[in-house]
T-cell receptor
Framework: AQSVAQPEDQVNVAEGNPLTVKCTYS??????LFWYVQYPNRGLQFLLK??????LVKGSYGFEAEFNKSQTSFHLKKPSALVSDSALYFC??????????????FGSGTRLSIRP | DAGVTQSPTHLIKTRGQQVTLRCSPK?????VSWYQQALGQGPQFIFQ???????QRGNFPDRFSGHQFPNYSSELNVNALLLGDSALYLC??????????????FGAGTRLSVL
């Protein structure tokens, strides 16, 4: 069974500093990995995905994620944090065996707080 | 271009009642998935509809049922509501395009409170 783990419930970073939100995964076969962000009273917004190819994936709002197969990790990163990045971040994995956009398994979420 | 829209935004029900939530997918999308997000948790997959049929189902009881209409919109029905059904219900749609079929786009959700 596939799963993702987000070991940190909360990450606190000062504005302008780099940020990292951690995610590890467990899948059989090659993983399809995603990051989504959720702002208060809003649905989830897609940030980026890894399907295949370069291990460094660039996404929306200056975010990027690094796929590391040996460590089964897919950490979300940003070189310089903004206060507006404060939100709830979810790592997710999709079953690659299905041909359609099938169910996504989400992690428990990490609350990112950027202080001015 | 409207994104995924869900209605209502908020709903209050009592135990034992039934509820219907509605979702209109993003324009051009033909697949709709439903998720339940309890407070402080990540979304949990309920089921997915494609071509008006349920294609996949998560670990939810038969009290949870759905429907997809010819215009791709969808409904989620929950019968015999329990207190534990209180959650944010999210609808997500995806495109048949090969390039983007792996991405699901989410609505803002319906917050259901069961008293």
């Amino acid at each position: 069974a596939q799963s993702v783990a987000q070991p940190e419930d909360q990450v606190n970073v000062a504005e302008g500093n780099p940020l990292t939100v951690k995610c590890t995964y467990s899948v059989s076969g090659n993983p399809y990995l995603f990051w989504y962000v959720q702002y208060p009273n809003r649905g989830l917004q897609f940030l980026l995905k890894y399907i295949t190819g370069d291990n460094l994936v660039k996404g929306s709002y200056g975010f990027e994620a690094e796929f590391n197969k040996s460590q089964t990790s897919f950490h979300l990163k940003k070189p310089s944090a903004l206060v507006s990045d404060s939100a709830l971040y979810f790592c997710a994995v999709r079953d690659p065996l299905y041909s359609s956009a099938s169910k996504i398994i989400f992690g428990s979420g990490t609350r990112l707080s950027i202080r001015p | 271009d409207a994104g995924v829209t869900q209605s209502p935004t908020h709903l209050i029900k009592t135990r034992g009642q039934q509820v219907t939530l509605r979702c209109s997918p993003k324009s051009g999308h033909d697949t709709v998935s439903w998720y339940q997000q309890a407070l402080g948790q990540g979304p949990q997959f309920i089921f997915q509809y494609y071509e008006e049929e349920e294609r996949q189902r998560g670990n939810f009881p038969d009290r949870f049922s759905g429907h997809q209409f010819p215009n791709y919109s969808s409904e989620l029905n929950v019968n015999a509501l329990l207190l534990g059904d209180s959650a944010l219900y999210l609808c997500a749609s995806s495109s048949p395009s090969v390039r983007s079929k792996n991405i699901q786009y989410f609505g803002a959700g319906t917050r259901l409170s069961v008293l």
